[in-house]
């Protein structure tokens, strides 16, 4: 079993920056991929960005060059650093645990592959 923790979610203003974090807890926590998803109620739960045990990150297309996930070194805590935010990247933030694999060598992230989730972040941009 794997446990998830996300904070530092907020509100803040078209333009602006913020930075979540998602502490993993559990058994072989270092032997998973980890990574950030997003979802509105709108909107399909999507993949932002994700890392794998190797090392291997991977970004949604609309966040490239604006958010920044980074690990630190016990591979427990992963951070997702926001710049640039705007509206739309309003949404209630997960973070999610999958087993190593399901990120490198792929172009996209796919959701399903992940199955331990948090319980989420909110995350509001005002314009």
């Known amino acids: 079993q794997v446990q998830l923790v996300e904070s530092g979610g907020g509100s803040v203003q078209s333009g602006g920056s913020l930075r979540l974090s998602c502490a993993a807890s559990?058994?072989?926590?270092?032997?998973?991929?980890l990574g950030w998803f997003r979802q509105t109620p709108e909107k399909e739960r999507e993949g932002v960005a994700a890392?794998?045990?190797?090392?291997?990150?991977i970004y949604a297309d609309s966040v490239k060059g604006r958010f920044a996930l980074s690990q630190n070194n016990g591979n427990n805590i992963i951070y997702l650093e926001m710049n640039r935010l705007k509206p739309d990247d309003t949404a209630l933030y997960y973070c999610?645990?999958?087993?190593?694999?399901?990120?490198?060598?792929?172009?996209?992230?796919?959701?399903?592959?992940?199955?331990?989730w948090g319980h989420g972040t909110q995350v509001t941009v005002s314009s």
């Open positions: 999610a645990a999958g087993p190593a694999g399901v990120v490198a060598g792929l172009q996209r992230i796919v959701v399903d592959s992940f199955f331990f």
């Open positions: 559990g058994d072989s926590i270092n032997t998973y991929a």
């Open positions: 890392i794998d045990t190797d090392g291997t990150t």
